[in-house]
Nanobody, 120 residues
Framework: QVQLVESGGGLVQAGGSLRLSCAVS????????MGWYRQAPGKQRELVAM???????NYADSVKGRFTISRDNAKNTVYLQMNSLKPEDTAVYYC??????????????WGQGTQVTVSS
């Protein structure tokens, strides 16, 4: 049973920082990609940042220069360092992982979500 366990959300003032973590546990062949999405009230879920097993990184334009994604392959953990936070960053942040369950099969998994609230 694969699980994604997130931590690090909370309440912060505008201009502040938070660091999100997401650890993947369970049985799988390899970890193809990990990332973070967010969903604000009344809006669609959107990609925040993604990092592949090869180290390729993609950021949403709205967070470039402020957020940094990184991963610890030994711990199967992905991090999102969020600096210069703005009220518009307020959302539920979801960890995402694409896992190779076998050599032939990939599956997508989601964390339970962690609330990030930025006050003005």
């Amino acid at each position: 049973q694969v699980q994604l366990v997130e931590s690090g959300g909370g309440l912060v003032q505008a201009g502040g920082s938070l660091r999100l973590s997401c650890a993947v546990s369970g049985s799988f062949f390899s970890l193809a990609a990990m990332g973070w999405y967010r969903q604000a009230p009344g809006k669609q879920r959107e990609l925040v940042a993604m990092i592949t097993s090869g180290g390729s990184i993609n950021y949403a334009d709205s967070v470039k220069g402020r957020f940094t994604i990184s991963r610890d392959n030994a711990k199967n953990t992905v991090y999102l360092q969020m600096n210069s936070l703005k009220p518009e960053d307020t959302a539920v942040y979801y960890c995402y992982a694409r896992l190779s369950i076998t050599v032939w099969e990939n599956r997508d998994y989601w964390g339970q979500g962690t609330q990030v609230t930025v006050s003005s």
